[in-house]
């Protein structure tokens, strides 16, 4: 009998960095499987979306289960967004063999965004479920906005870890039709969906509604107007307004400014039964005010003259807790990957309580001693595999050397993106923001011609130098990730969907 040594030398080290990586659970049979041939569909405004799924069901028999679906609307439109999330659950029964479900989803008449996930369950001797992944829906005003591309993605049977056990693998059964009832499931699903969908339709117009008359009440108070004016006279044009009403005449509010040079300005606050609370602003002119008054300041003085001689300070960030009070947060770093930060608190007009702290990543120290092993483990593996097992063929390792393939940037951020939204539904919020960051700057550094690893100072010195469009929208999402990343802000479902948003409209 004839081995390739070298064929088996690979798969003996693929082997072996894929039990170090993904455990050793491994499942050698599927009952059912699930398939989508794209993870994004995109339908004009006024089209009926219908997404179809294929089933292949290897029990020899028909399973019955609960088929839970659970959809998140967006509309990000005219600067106002909502988020609305629906869940529900029904009976569904997937055929014997190979089989096809469709779902209707509706239509809507302006643009918006469906976030589906699928969960079916069911009990065949054990407890077995099956969760696809969040597929997108888009609706959108022209078909040049119509992107559908095949993506297949496709999901089976998980059983619980305590009742795990091998199932007789058996050979793949014909095609056998149930037309009556498939087709009265699969009506049904469309009249499910399409009442879900109508429902938060609804609900979606009662927020808008809310919105206005929320807008409406900001609009007509003396105050919000006075302050506004300011900001006019002092230059500044109206640039984006975000709108959080928990009622007609309350709720939270930020209106941002901005001046043809760049300069950004901020009015926020909130109203509670038509009576204005906390209603602060924000200008270029304060910061720089503030910066030269923590320059004069001793102390700060001190630091940068003992303690940070070797580092360099990025971009500072004010966190505005009421008009006469704002947190300072200086944040340098090093060559050698340390960091420090200088806060202090600027109150009536006066530097107080500077201090100095340095910037650690608990989570990379504890994890450090793991990251040792396995790269040990892979070292000592590649080391073993060459000596022993590798055959080269000269023609292969030319033809691997010479290759250069061309880096697919758009597709690697939108997946960073969807890898962040994992990241935040498993409680990893921060390292979900990081992400986002990283997959912006992975996109623009390529689209931009520098094709390496880029800070969001540098890349927003770059956009400005390029007088690349979408530079407000990288500033305000490279901003709110800093802010996380620097544990200087607590992340929120809402705000991470909405820096979501964000890097969905500039990766491209």
């Given at each position: 009998?004839?081995?390739?040594?070298?064929?088996?030398?690979?798969?003996?080290?693929?082997l072996?960095?894929s039990?170090?990586?993904?455990?050793?659970?491994?499942?050698?049979?599927e009952?059912?499987?699930?398939?989508?041939?794209?993870?994004?569909?995109?339908?004009?405004?006024?089209?009926?979306?219908?997404?179809?799924?294929?089933?292949?069901?290897?029990?020899?028999?028909?399973?019955?289960?609960?088929?839970?679906?659970?959809?998140?609307?967006?509309i990000?439109?005219?600067?106002?967004?909502?988020?609305?999330?629906?869940?529900?659950s029904?009976?569904?029964?997937?055929?014997?063999?190979?089989?096809?479900?469709?779902?209707?989803?509706?239509?809507?008449?302006q643009?918006?965004?469906?976030?589906?996930?699928?969960?079916?369950?069911?009990?065949?001797?054990?407890?077995?479920?099956?969760?696809?992944?969040?597929?997108?829906?888009?609706?959108?005003?022209?078909q040049?906005?119509?992107?559908?591309?095949?993506?297949?993605?496709?999901?089976?049977?998980?059983?619980?870890?305590?009742?795990?056990?091998?199932?007789?693998?058996?050979?793949?059964?014909?095609?056998?039709?149930?037309?009556?009832?498939?087709?009265?499931?699969?009506?049904?699903?469309?009249?499910?969906?399409?009442?879900?969908?109508?429902?938060?339709?609804?609900?979606?117009?009662?927020?808008?509604?809310?919105?206005?008359?929320?807008?409406?009440?900001?609009?007509n108070?003396s105050?919000?107007q006075?302050?506004?004016?300011?900001?006019?006279?002092?230059?500044?044009?109206?640039?984006?307004?975000?709108?959080?009403?928990?009622?007609?005449?309350?709720?939270?509010?930020?209106?941002?400014?901005?001046?043809?040079?760049?300069?950004?300005?901020?009015?926020?606050?909130?109203?509670?039964n038509?009576?204005?609370?906390?209603?602060?602003?924000?200008?270029?002119?304060?910061?720089q005010?503030?910066?030269?008054?923590?320059?004069?300041?001793?102390?700060?003085?001190?630091?940068?003259?003992e303690q940070?001689?070797?580092f360099?300070?990025?971009?500072?960030?004010?966190?505005?807790?009421?008009?006469?009070?704002?947190?300072?947060?200086?944040?340098?770093?090093?060559?050698?990957?340390?960091?420090?930060?200088?806060?202090?608190?600027?109150?009536?007009?006066?530097?107080?309580?500077?201090?100095?702290?340095?910037?650690?990543?608990?989570?990379?120290?504890n994890?450090?001693?793991?990251?040792?092993?396995?790269?040990?483990?892979?070292?000592?593996?590649?080391?073993?595999?060459?000596?022993?097992?590798?055959?080269?063929?000269?023609?292969?390792?030319?033809?691997?050397?010479?290759?250069?393939?061309?880096?697919?940037?758009?597709?690697?951020?939108?997946?960073?993106?969807?890898?962040a939204?994992k990241l935040?539904?498993d409680?990893?919020?921060k390292?979900?923001?990081?992400?986002v960051?990283?997959?912006?700057?992975?996109?623009?550094?390529?689209?931009?011609?520098?094709?390496?690893?880029i800070?969001?100072?540098?890349?927003?010195?770059?956009?400005?130098?390029?007088?690349?469009?979408?530079?407000?929208d990288?500033?305000k999402?490279?901003?709110?990730?800093s802010?996380?990343?620097?544990?200087?802000y607590?992340?929120?479902?809402?705000?991470?969907?909405k820096?979501?948003?964000?890097?969905?409209?500039v990766?491209?």
């Open positions: 009998m004839n081995i390739n040594c070298g064929l088996l030398g690979r798969l003996i080290f693929a072996a960095l039990l170090m990586f993904t455990g050793t659970n491994i499942v050698f049979a009952d059912i499987v699930f398939s989508l041939n794209q993870t994004e569909y995109y339908f004009l405004i006024g089209q009926d979306a219908i997404i179809e799924m294929d089933e292949n069901n290897t029990y020899g028999k028909r399973i019955k289960g609960q088929l839970t679906y659970t959809i998140t609307q967006e990000n439109q005219g600067g106002f967004y909502s988020s609305k999330v629906h869940s529900q029904k009976s569904f029964v997937v055929e014997n063999g190979y089989s096809k479900a469709n779902f209707a989803f509706g239509t809507s008449d643009p918006t965004t469906l976030r589906v996930k699928l969960e079916f369950n069911y009990n065949e001797k054990v407890p077995v479920t099956i969760e696809l992944d969040e597929f997108l829906i888009y609706f959108v005003e022209n040049n906005q119509q992107k559908n591309e095949e993506d297949p993605m496709q999901s089976s049977s998980e059983k619980s870890e305590q009742q795990s056990q091998e199932q007789p693998q058996q050979e793949p059964q014909e095609p056998q039709q149930h037309p009556a009832s498939s087709k009265i499931q699969n009506n049904q699903m469309n009249q499910d969906t399409k009442a879900l969908k109508q429902q938060m339709d609804k609900q979606v117009q009662e927020q808008k509604q809310m919105e206005e008359e929320f807008k409406k009440n900001l609009e108070n105050e919000l006075e302050k506004h004016q300011e900001m006019m006279d002092k230059g500044y044009t109206p640039e984006e307004t975000s709108l959080d009403p928990s009622a007609n005449d309350s709720g939270k509010f930020e209106f941002n400014y901005s001046k043809p040079g760049g300069e950004k300005a901020s009015l926020k606050g909130e109203m509670k038509g009576t204005m609370e906390n209603l602060r602003s924000l200008t270029e002119e304060d910061k005010e503030m910066m030269q008054k923590l320059g004069e300041n001793k102390e700060f003085q001190k630091f940068n003259e940070l001689k070797r360099n300070n990025t971009q500072p960030q004010f966190n505005q807790l009421t008009q006469n009070h704002t947190e300072i947060t200086i944040p340098y770093n090093n060559s050698e990957g340390k960091s420090m930060n200088i806060t202090a608190e600027y109150i009536d007009g006066e530097i107080e309580k500077v201090s100095l702290s340095e910037k650690k990543d608990e989570e990379s120290s994890n450090l001693w793991w990251v040792l092993l396995i790269l040990l483990a892979c070292i000592v593996g590649w080391v073993i595999y060459n000596k022993y097992f590798r055959v080269v063929n000269p023609q292969t390792e030319i033809a691997e050397i010479n290759l250069n393939k061309p880096v697919d940037y758009k597709k690697e951020a939108k997946k960073m993106i969807v890898e939204e935040f539904g409680k990893k919020e390292d979900a923001y990081e992400k960051s990283r997959g912006v700057r992975f996109y623009f550094s390529y689209k931009l011609g520098t094709k390496k690893e800070t969001n100072t540098d890349l927003l010195k770059l956009m400005r130098k390029k007088k690349n469009g979408k530079y407000l990288v500033q999402c490279l901003g709110m990730c802010l996380v990343e620097f544990a200087k607590k992340p929120n479902r809402k705000d991470f969907d820096i979501v948003g964000i890097a969905r409209k990766v491209v």
